[in-house]
């Protein structure tokens, strides 16, 4: 009894055990599992531990059910490829999208994904989630056609009748709705019985002496929507009444009151049970990529070099491979490619492009079953002119079944639905029928259903396509009923603008397989099958004229205008989409947003790589794009809108976007707009609910102090961000105070941007304050804030508590000696504090020595910036000392710290026993030749220096002969910048003979140093025998124009590889 309708169920039941050509295997793992036959059949059962007392006389009724359970449920059941449906994903309820859209738009808007952090395991489904919560009543596990959920029936049940899991239930009763379609009226004790006539007490479960489950398996396929609002109560279990009636007194707890209820069902029909009525909601995962992988190599078992191709070929298509984390069209979409794999080598078939369109896909699919290269047994086989006869009677039978079944929203069809279409039962036995239509037979009724929910939109698109060249009335009237439409344009119409209409995307799909069907490829896959040779080309350019009309809307964008850009890839007419597309990728989509172009940034948001890693949509969009674009930005994971002269009415509709339970935003940002406080208090209200955002960049903007404050109360309550940028925001010492105190409760935030905000000494104080009981935040920014020696002192005071903090930035904040001595007495004693800048501050020569003793004493601090202070030589050389005990840290930046040749030689002489500098900045200081001397023997013993910047450094031609001597024994340096120095031409070859020798270089600048003509062509034939540099800058020599393209010729000739700006 297990449900397989609709959702990829059985798409395996067809195969045969051996595999002719395509070598397609039994693949568990979606919906593709099939029971048993009917008749439960006896073997030995486990014997789980009851927690209640059982009726007298009960415990062999009690052994029969677990015996016929696990028959019935084991049959076939291999538990490996079962590992992703023994853990849930625990949530909330239904999103937005959940309940309006179709599965395949689900899948497509959200990539697959939920914005779910928590788990459970199957084993814990029916538990309590804590000691003082008590077990759920109503559960619901929803998920796409496909994704699994009669598997998942079928792997508890059997886990259970074994007695592995939920031992204390006493009665697991799986039925479907499929079984419960064939009655009118039931009786609570009847349904048990008729479904398992060994329980020949019933009423030791309606009266609850036994702990129950009841599992109803797949609510999207009962012939009658639930009704709760005029629900007639019923306590007797032994009155019969209406099935429908039956199903909402048993949830609302009317009848079977101790039973625990497990419904499944897609998630669209999951919306008829009140959200208040559902104590547990979970939902099925799709396929991770090694899960994806193993489903592939299990369909096709016998070559696994095709199912590495048909993986590769599923990768390069985004699109498609969001689809294919699920498992029934997985399975679809890699026999198809698989099939053309196959075939494309065969110059007897017209195969040239691999299967993209998901047209092209079915399209391959059914061209795979009907020309007999699906295997099958050899009894079976029909000479080809037979087969295509016989194929199009049968097509047309179920075509015209899938159709009127697809308007009715019914899904699972039984001997009368089938004897009512006119279709012969004899047809059904034939081999492309049961590929298509399967069958699921038991001793109370006989039940139809295609393979999947998609197989039958693809059926009923074939049908109304060939219907629609003759049909004289609407085929949406089942009756004929209805005004004349003549010709095929006429009905396409009608369809597509039934499809806009329908508020829940039923007919999405449809619409574009029938679009599909006038696409070249496609026509030429399936002419002579089930389409007319070349018959396409009389519809598709008004077709496509058509479906770009539908696009002429004022900025209105919902589901159903981005399908239309889904019809349109269909049809193969992706004009509009490349353009946009290509402009996106240029960042020049200003000015150019129409509301057809929008329509194709919707699209494009859904499916191009542009915005795999990033959405830029920078300086292009306004208030009423924004509007119409939020469905679909809602799902962009990074989004940019920098630049946009957003105002706050803009931030209104970014914070509805950020609360609704949907969205997936996890990176914002708002950079250099107009946004106000009233805003930032917009974003703020959605900060207090949003569960995805973990990055809001808001730099630039004049939030001030009020919408610091707001964001302040937000950062209260929210556990999510991670990251916060309120860089220039004006936000002054009463903002930063307002942040402070979010600080001292929020432990979560490791990010905070404020610099340039002007929060004085004051508001530097009460972040310290905050900082000496907060241990999250990683990253503190306050550089250009005016906090002084005053500030710095506070903030010393809590770093010698706070050992979590581990980058600090106080840049241009007039720190002087006192400031400076404070701080860098806390890192004596600090065990956290990684990077400290303190450049461009007043830190003189007196400084030096206070830096010095924290750097012999402190043992984590990797980097630290001092360029742009009044260091002078005696500070240098004191910071030199230090370095020479000094193992911890990596980068130093000394630049313009009017340092020369003597704190330069204290310097080299620490770089001849320092082990850990990695980096050393001293760019524009005058060194001088002495002093680039002595760094040049001091690199001949080093090996740790990666970078060394010596930009403006009064560097010589002496220098750089030192300089080049070094280079032929070292190999440690990577980065060697010398710009704006005059090392001239006989500098320059000296360095050219020393690239002929290193291998370790990869970047040099040589930009401004009078190498002229001469000295240039030197380096670029050094480059002949030089193969590791990968940039060389010799701009400024005044090298000429044509020596320019000389040298850049030589270079290209000599170093391929290697970037030369001349």
């Known amino acids: 009894m297990s449900r397989e309708a609709s959702d990829g169920r059985g798409l395996d039941q067809s195969l045969p055990e051996a595999a002719d050509e395509v070598h397609l295997t039994r693949v568990p793992g979606g919906d593709h599992l099939l029971p048993a036959k009917a008749g439960p059949p006896h073997g ?26 696990q028959n019935y449920y084991g049959n076939g059941l291999e538990m490996a490829p079962l590992q992703r449906l023994t853990n849930l994903l625990l949530v909330e309820g239904l999103t937005d999208i959940q309940q309006k859209e179709h599965d395949i738009l689900q899948i497509e808007v959200t990539k697959g994904l939920r914005n779910v952090s928590k788990s459970i395991p199957l084993e814990k489904l029916f538990l309590p989630l804590s000691k003082v919560s008590i077990p759920p009543r109503i559960s619901m596990t929803v998920g796409v056609a496909g994704i699994g959920k009669s ?88 009155k019969e009444i209406q099935v429908d009636n039956l199903i909402t007194n048993i949830i609302r707890g009317n009848l079977l009151q101790e039973a625990s209820v497990w419904v499944t069902s897609r998630p669209t029909a999951a919306s008829q049970i009140p959200g208040g009525l559902v104590d547990r909601m979970t939902e099925i995962r799709g396929f991770r990529a090694a899960e994806m992988k193993d489903f592939l190599d299990q369909m096709f078992l016998d070559n696994k070099d095709l199912s590495s191709q048909v993986l590769h070929h599923i990768k390069t298509n985004r699109s498609l491979h969001i ?58 086989t029909l000479r080809i002119e037979q087969a295509v006869n016989n194929s199009k009677k049968i097509m047309g039978n179920l075509g015209r079944l899938a159709f009127y079944g697809l308007l009715k929203r019914k899904y699972v069809f039984y001997e009368q639905d089938i004897k009512a279409y006119g279709i012969d039962l004899s047809l059904l036995q034939s081999s492309l029928c049961s590929r298509l239509l399967l069958k699921e037979e038991t001793q109370s009724f006989t039940a139809y259903y295609f393979s999947h929910l998609t197989i039958q939109e693809f059926l009923a698109a074939i049908y109304y396509y060939t219907a629609a060249k003759r049909a004289i009335f609407d085929l949406f009237t089942e009756s004929g009923m209805s005004w004349p439409k003549l010709g095929f ?110 329509s194709a940034l919707a699209y494009l948001l859904q499916v191009s790589d542009v915005c795999m890693e990033e959405t830029n949509l920078s300086n292009c969009l306004t208030y009423n794009i924004c509007k119409s674009l939020l469905s679909q930005l809602l799902f962009c994971h990074n989004l940019r809108l920098d630049n946009n002269q957003f105002k706050d009415n803009v931030m209104e509709l970014l914070g509805s976007m950020l609360s609704v339970k949907d969205c997936q935003v996890q990176k914002l940002s708002l950079a250099e707009n107009q946004i106000s406080n009233k805003g930032a208090k917009a974003l703020a209200r959605s900060l207090m609910v949003n569960r995805s955002l973990i990055a809001l960049d808001l730099r630039s903007n004049s939030i001030g102090s009020k919408g610091a404050k707001a964001l302040a109360e937000a950062l209260k309550k929210n556990q999510v961000l991670l990251f916060l940028n309120l860089q220039n925001n004006v936000i002054k010492e009463e903002g930063a105070m307002f942040l402070a105190e979010a600080l001292l409760t929020n432990h979560r935030l490791t990010t905070l941007h404020l610099q340039k905000n002007s929060i004085g000494a004051h508001g530097a104080r009460k972040i310290a304050e905050a900082l000496k009981q907060n241990c999250s935040l990683k990253e503190l920014i306050l550089s250009s804030n005016s906090i002084g020696d005053n500030g710095s002192v506070a903030l010393a005071e809590a770093l010698k508590v706070n050992h979590s903090l581990q980058s600090l930035d106080l840049q241009s904040n007039s720190i002087s000696n006192a400031g400076v001595t404070a701080l860098t ?48 030589d005696e500070g240098g050389k004191a910071i030199a000392l230090a370095m020479k005990e000094n193992r911890a840290l990596t980068s130093l930046h000394l630049q313009w710290n009017f340092i020369q040749a003597k704190a330069a030689t204290a310097l080299a002489q620490a770089l001849q026993s320092n082990s850990s500098l990695a980096s050393l900045d001293l760019q524009e200081n005058a060194i001088g030749d002495e002093g680039m001397a002595a760094l040049s023997a001091a690199l001949k013993v080093n090996t740790t220096l990666a970078d060394l910047h010596l930009q403006v450094a009064s560097v010589g031609t002496v220098g750089a002969q ?36 290193n291998r370790s270089l990869r970047r040099l600048n040589l930009q401004e140093n009078s190498l002229g003509m001469d000295g240039a062509i030197c380096i670029a034939t050094a480059l002949k025998g030089n193969h590791g540099l990968t940039y060389v800058n010799l701009q400024g020599n005044r090298i000429g124009q044509s020596g320019a393209k000389m040298i850049s010729d030589a270079i290209r000739t000599n170093s391929p590889d290697c970037v030369v700006e001349v």
């Not at 009748?161 to 009226?185: H, M, Q, W």
């Open 489 to 598: 344009l006429s009905h396409f119409k009608s369809a597509v603008q039934r499809s806009l209409q329908a508020e829940d995307g039923q007919l999405d799909v449809f619409v574009r397989f029938l679009s599909g069907l006038l696409s070249p490829q496609v026509n030429k896959l399936l002419s002579g099958w089930l389409l007319v040779k070349d018959e396409h080309n009389n519809f598709r350019s008004q077709a496509i004229t058509f479906l770009q009309g539908c696009l002429n809307t004022d900025y209105v964008i919902s589901s159903r205008t981005v399908n239309i850009m889904q019809c349109l890839y269909e049809i193969q007419h992706m004009e509009i989409a490349k353009t946009v597309e290509e402009a996106m990728k240029n960042e020049s989509l200003s000015g150019m947003l129409t509301p057809v172009n929008c």
């Open 825 to 872: 007495a806390a890192l004596c004693s600090n065990k956290g504090l990684i990077t400290l800048n303190l450049r461009e501050n007043s830190i003189s020569k007196e400084g030096g020595p206070a830096i010095a003793r924290a750097l012999r004493t402190n043992s984590t601090l990797r980097k630290l910036d001092l360029a742009a202070n009044l260091l002078h």
């Open 323 to 380: 689809m294919c984390t699920v498992p029934g069209f997985c399975w679809i979409s890699g026999s198809s490619i698989g099939y053309y794999l196959k075939n494309s080598t065969d110059p007897s078939q017209e195969m040239t492009v691999v299967p993209k369109t998901l047209s092209e896909i079915y399209s391959y699919y059914f061209k795979m079953a009907l020309s007999s290269d699906w295997p099958e047994k050899q009894r079976e």
């Open 962 to 997: 030192a300089l080049a001597e070094a280079l032929m024994v070292n190999n440690s340096l990577r980065i060697l910048d010398l710009r704006g120095n005059s090392i001239g031409v006989v500098g320059a070859k000296a360095m050219a003979n020393a690239l002929k020798v």
């Open 151 to 238: 598997t998942l029936v079928k792997l508890f049940v059997y886990t259970w009748a074994k007695g592995e899991i939920n031992s204390d239930i006493i009665f697991v009763l799986p039925l479907t709705f499929r079984e419960l379609n064939t009655y009118e009226k039931l009786s609570a004790e009847r349904l048990i019985r008729s479904a398992f006539p060994h329980i020949t007490e019933p009423n030791c479960i309606s009266a609850g002496t036994a702990r129950t489950l009841l599992i109803l398996d797949g609510l999207d396929e009962f012939k009658t929507p639930l009704d709760f609002s005029n629900t007639v109560v019923c306590t007797d279990p032994k």
């Open 44 to 69: 030995r059962g486990g014997w789980p531990c009851t927690g209640g007392k059982l009726c007298a006389g009960a415990e062999p009724m009690v052994q029969k059910h677990l015996e016929s359970l």
